[in-house]
């Protein structure tokens, strides 16, 4: 569960947003609260990263703290050529939106299609909602819900 005063403790998951402008984005703004609404004990984290670094950033995840992190559309293709193992969906892409950290590994997604379907299909669904919904991973987060 989220604390109150939004702080991170060791057990609070962090995931990324690497862009070269995440801080001019509310994307994490957004998920963040949604990760408090629905009890989720995790924040998503604005990365300002140059072209210049992105390789390296990436590359470094392998060993940091981060859970996983939300690749900016200017990244993704890079992105992809960094990653140990990535899902079919993104292979046939040929990019990934999201990389998730399973035992030092980098993990690519593309995932932004099958969360934009997954609010679309939704009872509650608003058109700003979309622009919540980055990943079904994010969605799974901040939801609760499992995806079958």
Known sequence: ????????????????????????????????????GNNVNAMAIPMNIRPDDVTFTISQMRGSKLSGAVISMEYQEEAFGLLDNA?????????????????G????????????????????FQDDIALNSMTHYFYELTTGECNE
């Open 1 to 36: 569960m989220m604390n109150d005063d939004n702080s991170i403790t060791v057990e609070t998951a962090l995931y990324g947003y690497i862009a070269e402008e995440a801080h001019s984005s509310r994307f994490c703004a957004i998920v963040n609260k949604l990760f408090k």
């Open 87 to 103: 899902s079919a969906m993104a292979k046939e892409a040929g990019y990934c939106d999201f990389i998730r950290i399973v035992d």
């Open 105 to 124: 590994k980098l993990i690519g997604e593309l995932i932004m299609p099958n969360a934009l379907e997954k609010f679309a299909q939704s009872d509650e």
